[in-house]
């Protein structure tokens, strides 16, 4: 790429870098002994470490149900009404939807919950990062380009 781009792997690696969250960008620069050194490193690296944050998110997803404190007045809210220890038992039993109490799914995956869920900001993947920035470099006009590296020269990349 960086010969179709009129770029150098430092410079690449730089507008790569930004293109990455600030936490993933500092995970990759704090690896003393294996930081990446080329372009094609980075994008291992990015994805590597994509990866295993993806995977303990998975893994340290928050408990479903908080237990109050009082154990005797646990209350779930199901179409308006609240439900005795005993009844939570025989839904969960069930199988049963704490909101609509049809059986097959579960609360938080209820049909009737439309319209509630915000819509999340979507990061990109590292490969999703790199083509976004090779979109753009390729968008500017030469006198910009040759701007951008002399910016990124003057930064020490």
């Known amino acids: 790429m960086a010969d179709e781009s009129g770029y150098n792997d430092q410079a690449l690696i730089h507008i790569f870098r930004k293109g990455l969250l600030n936490s993933l960008a500092v995970k990759i620069l704090n690896q003393l002994q294996r930081r990446p050194t080329t372009l094609e490193g980075w994008y291992e690296a990015a994805i590597r470490f994509d990866e295993q944050y993806k995977y303990y998110e998975a893994v340290q997803k928050p408990k479903r149900f908080q237990i ?35 059986q097959g799914h579960m609360a938080r995956d209820c049909p009737t919950k439309q319209g509630e869920k915000k819509e999340e900001k979507k990061k990109l993947s590292a490969r999703e990062a790199y083509v976004k920035i090779q979109a753009i470099v390729r968008e500017q006009e030469t006198q910009q380009q040759t701007e951008l590296l002399d910016i990124m020269e003057a930064e020490g990349f």
């Open 68 to 102: 109050a404190d009082d154990k005797k007045k646990v209350s779930i809210n199901c179409v308006g009404t609240q439900l005795n220890e005993e009844e939570q038992k025989k839904y969960m039993a069930d199988r049963r939807c704490f909101r609509c109490v049809k």
